[in-house]
């Protein structure tokens, strides 16, 4: 197997500017001008040329555009080169070994992989600047929307219909979240109604199911534990606490203690991942036939409902600058195997509040996808800022 210049994952892209990770990269295509479709570096690396990054261009830009395998000659035809279809195809088995594109079938034309699909965005992609037509469209949506809610869920719902994906917007987040207060009563059967209060004065209810049935008395005095223990602190500690003595030995701790701490873990969880995002346009990607199978929709679907793991995945992405790109397998979520996540994170007074981006097919128009987050994500620090 051939090796290639390994190049970053994740990048701040620039409108306007083709992107390069490193400037080794800078000097390939200046310094192959052979017809071989590589050769090798100082430390033995295989470099891809420059016509062999033209046809892979091509053939990705193809597959984009229709999404279906991509033949020789097609390529030929349409890259303008002077190149029959037989070096065409020469060229497209050096990529296949260098695990760039692949055969779905004997018989038909290439595809990318998702190594084809990174080295693509990493090296050989010309940002195209939003049209006028998106701009006008996404300065008028903003217009108008003062509170946070509204103007996250309004977001969300504009980037799903201007990409035609499924889009994610965070709630801006707070500082420090403190818990304040906690009260436990009981409901009828084994049911009990938790009420949070955390700082920002807000109030989290969730109804919980208990092994068994509370007296009242019994949770004033758990409640009366919770408080003592929590009260003043960040509600992140809390549940990482919370966690930890559900993991430990309870020695110290009589039943009744366990189990309120168990009732307060479902609540604080509830508390954090609350309202955390708002998604919208799900159902768009039962357009792309690759993400049609209805098993994987199901399940894709259940994560959206979840958001778990999708919320996993942003905080990942708050702490880095720029647009961040996750492509198949890069997720690191099994769910999202087929499928690309375009993000951005977005400032308030000089800190990064949230998160916005799309989820689509591996095969999704990246050089029009990545502006459109990043001006969006513009556009709602802007907008958040007014309000």
Same mark, same amino acid.
């Given at each position: 197997?051939?090796?290639?210049?390994?190049? %970053?994952?994740?990048?701040?892209?620039? %409108?306007?500017?083709?992107?390069?990770? *490193?400037?080794? $990269?800078? &000097?390939?295509?200046?310094?192959? &001008?052979?017809?071989?479709?590589?050769?090798?570096?100082?430390?033995?690396?295989?470099?891809?040329?420059?016509?062999?990054?033209?046809?892979?261009?091509?053939?990705?830009?193809?597959?984009?555009?229709?999404?279906?395998?991509?033949?020789?000659?097609?390529?030929?035809?349409?890259?303008?080169?002077?190149?029959?279809?037989?070096?065409?195809?020469?060229?497209?088995?050096?990529?296949?070994?260098?695990?760039?594109?692949?055969?779905?079938?004997?018989?038909?034309?290439?595809? %990318?992989?998702?190594?084809?699909?990174?080295?693509?965005?990493?090296?050989?992609?010309?940002?195209?600047?939003?049209?006028?037509?998106?701009?006008?469209?996404?300065?008028?949506?903003?217009?108008? $929307?003062?509170?946070?809610?509204? #103007?996250?869920?309004?977001?969300?719902?504009? $980037?799903?219909?201007?990409?035609?994906?499924?889009?994610?917007?965070?709630?801006?987040?707070?500082? &420090?979240?403190?818990?304040?207060?906690?009260?436990?009563?009981?409901?009828?059967?084994?049911?009990?109604?938790?009420? #949070?209060?955390?700082?920002?004065?807000?109030?989290?209810?969730?109804?919980?199911?208990?092994?068994? *049935?509370?007296?009242?008395?019994?949770?004033?005095?758990?409640?009366?534990?919770?408080?003592?223990?929590?009260?003043?602190?960040?509600?992140?500690?809390?549940?990482?606490?919370?966690?930890?003595?559900?993991?430990?030995?309870?020695?110290?701790?009589?039943?009744?203690?366990?189990?309120?701490?168990?009732?307060?873990?479902?609540?604080?969880?509830?508390?954090?991942?609350?309202?955390?995002?708002?998604?919208?346009?799900?159902?768009?990607?039962?357009?792309?036939?690759?993400?049609?199978?209805?098993?994987? $929709?199901?399940?894709?679907?259940?994560?959206?409902?979840?958001?778990?793991?999708?919320?996993?995945?942003?905080?990942?992405?708050?702490?880095?600058?720029?647009?961040?790109?996750?492509?198949?397998?890069?997720?690191?979520?099994?769910? #999202?195997?087929?499928?690309?996540?375009?993000?951005?994170?977005?400032?308030?007074?000089?800190?990064?509040?949230?998160?916005?981006?799309?989820?689509?097919?591996?095969?999704?128009?990246?050089?029009?996808?990545?502006?459109?987050?990043?001006?969006?994500?513009?556009?709602?620090?802007?907008?958040?800022?007014?309000?």
């Amino acid at each position: 197997m051939v090796a290639i210049l390994a190049v %970053p994952r994740h990048h701040r892209l620039v %409108p306007g500017q083709t992107v390069r990770r *490193r400037r080794t $990269l800078d &000097r390939i295509t200046s310094w192959f &001008r052979s017809t071989a479709l590589s050769t090798k570096n100082s430390s033995g690396e295989r470099l891809v040329n420059e016509r062999a990054q033209h046809l892979l261009k091509a053939l990705i830009e193809r597959y984009i555009r229709d999404g279906q395998p991509v033949g020789s000659r097609t390529l030929a035809k349409e890259t303008g080169l002077d190149l029959s279809p037989a070096t065409v195809r020469n060229v497209m088995a050096d990529l296949e070994e260098m695990g760039f594109v692949t055969s779905p079938h004997t018989s038909s034309g290439r595809i %990318p992989t998702v190594a084809g699909y990174r080295f693509f965005v990493d090296s050989l992609l010309t940002i195209q600047p939003p049209t006028q037509a998106d701009l006008a469209q996404l300065r008028r949506r903003f217009g108008g $929307l003062n509170d946070i809610p509204g #103007l996250v869920e309004s977001t969300s719902r504009l $980037l799903s219909g201007i990409t035609h994906m499924a889009s994610v917007v965070t709630v801006p987040r707070h500082e &420090r979240i403190v818990f304040r207060q906690i009260e436990l009563l009981p409901l009828s059967e084994t049911r009990v109604l938790a009420i #949070l209060v955390t700082s920002e004065g807000e109030v989290h209810n969730r109804i919980v199911i208990a092994e068994r *049935r509370f007296s009242h008395s019994e949770l004033e005095r758990a409640s009366n534990f919770l408080n003592e223990m929590f009260t003043g602190q960040d509600l992140r500690d809390v549940r990482k606490r919370l966690v930890e003595d559900l993991k430990r030995t309870h020695d110290h701790m009589d039943r009744l203690m366990l189990r309120a701490v168990h009732l307060a873990r479902q609540v604080v969880e509830s508390a954090e991942h609350k309202d955390d995002c708002h998604i919208a346009g799900q159902t768009n990607l039962m357009e792309f036939g690759e993400l049609a199978n209805l098993e994987r $929709l199901k399940q894709l679907f259940d994560a959206f409902y979840q958001k778990r793991e999708i919320l996993h995945l942003l905080d990942r992405c708050i702490v880095a600058e720029g647009v961040q790109i996750f492509i198949g397998e890069e997720s690191g979520y099994s769910l #999202l195997d087929d499928c690309s996540v375009v993000t951005a994170s977005y400032r308030v007074d000089e800190r990064v509040v949230g998160v916005l981006g799309v989820i689509g097919p591996t095969r999704m128009d990246y050089p029009r996808v990545i502006p459109l987050v990043d001006v969006t994500a513009r556009l709602l620090a802007a907008a958040l800022r007014q309000s």
